[in-house]
């Protein structure tokens, strides 16, 4: 496949490493001209509590051993709506709701800038 990026839900999957070396070992640097990257969920928007930085760090330097640090970003998992009301959320209320989505993107974000610190990136 020619495509640039992968979108992977990874943030609520049991055995992250094992996904981790699959993408690893089928991740491409050339494909017909185009790089690939992986981007992986490392935030979990259909739950209540918000993953902390570090936690978003080690999930990502934990992929940088079977992902080169190039070809890896972050991302959160399918379900994000950080910026439209959900009359209907799982979680108490479309403000709550809002609200964690929000601490997610600041997680992720943190989690992030740790991970390019611990990675020399």
């Known amino acids: 496949m020619n495509a640039g990026y ?4 990874l943030a609520s999957e ?5 996904i981790y070396q699959q993408i690893g070992k ?4 050339d494909a017909n001209g185009v790089k690939q990257v992986a ?13 902390t930085p570090e936690q ?6 934990e992929a940088a051993k079977y992902i080169s640090k190039d070809q890896l970003g972050a991302m959160d998992d399918c379900g994000f709506s950080p910026f439209s009301v959900d009359v209907e959320p799982k979680h108490w209320s479309p403000d ?3 609200e964690v989505a929000m601490k997610n993107i600041k997680a992720r974000v943190e989690g992030a800038k ?3 610190e611990k990675l020399g990136i």
Do not use: C, H, Y
């Open 6 to 9: 992968f979108l992977i839900q």
């Open 14 to 18: 049991k055995d992250k490493s094992s």
């Open 26 to 29: 089928s991740i491409q640097r």
């Open 39 to 51: 981007f992986i969920g490392v935030t979990n928007p259909l739950k209540p509590e918000v993953e």
């Open 56 to 61: 978003v760090a080690a999930d990502l330097v």
């Open 96 to 98: 709550f709701a809002r």
């Open 114 to 116: 740790m991970a390019s």
